[in-house]
């Protein structure tokens, strides 16, 4: 037997672990595998570790993870448990639910961001008042709804006026853009099509052939 540290209880995302949160568990030699802490490597690391932030759940007697924890220091929340590279920006969402899947979309789902707007053409040419939904990112992962980074005891967090995005600085600039442009909504995928990397469509529309446009409620479909 080996002993490795592990989680004393559940422990949510985002929470600042305290020393009563880990705890050393005697473990099979044959099952430790890479990424345990055993306490024969380092027997004060619960010291070093305290303080630090994680960036996954754990359950309780689940191996502790380093790559799963971070020390955030003098940085906020959030700017803790975002991956290198990426960057968090929120969108106006309705509190409703109308632009988040009448309000099923929980922080850790991804989602497709479709934006709508008038069809400015079609208003100059006299074709009467149409709008145009285009779908700008996919497979984009919600860090948050209002405050909220989590579910609370298994019950759906309470939608806010809006929602924080994982992106990287290119879609960030995508994504601030069409909300100045345009109505974002929040399309909820499934669990069995998530992947690790998001999406981005192309925007030139030469070459966009994922544009919906609809007219008076029926889709004319094609490209602008």
């Given amino acids: 037997m080996d002993d490795i540290l592990v989680a004393a209880a559940d422990i949510p995302l985002g929470k600042q672990i305290a020393d009563i949160d880990m705890v050393w ?8 595998g890479p ?22 759940a754990f359950f309780m007697n689940e191996p502790m993870r380093r790559e799963k924890l971070v020390k955030s220091g003098n940085a906020g929340f959030l700017s ?4 290198s590279g990426s960057r968090a920006v929120a ?9 988040t899947a009448g309000g099923f979309i929980l922080p850790n789902d991804r989602v497709d961001i479709i934006k709508t707007f008038r069809d400015e053409d079609s208003a100059k040419s006299g074709g009467g008042e149409s709008f145009i939904s285009e779908t700008v990112l996919r497979n984009i992962r919600v860090l948050a709804i209002g405050q909220n980074i989590q ?12 929602a924080t995005l994982e992106v990287d600085p ?55």
Avoid: H
């Fill in 25 to 32: 568990k005697s473990w099979p030699k044959a099952s430790v």
């Fill in 35 to 56: 990424g345990m802490i055993r306490k024969a490597e380092d027997a004060n690391v619960i010291d070093s570790l305290k303080g630090s932030v994680s960036r996954g």
């Fill in 80 to 83: 803790a448990i975002l991956p």
């Fill in 91 to 99: 969108i106006a969402i309705d509190t409703q639910g109308g632009t």
């Fill in 151 to 162: 579910e609370k005891n298994g019950q759906p967090v309470v939608v806010g006026s809006n």
């Fill in 170 to 224: 290119a879609q960030a600039e995508l994504i601030v853009l069409a909300q100045r442009t345009g109505q974002l909504s929040l399309i909820l995928r499934s669990m069995l099509d998530y992947t690790t990397t998001a999406d981005a469509i192309p925007t030139d529309n030469k070459t966009d052939n994922s544009l919906t446009v609809v007219r008076y409620g029926i889709v004319a479909g094609g490209r602008r």
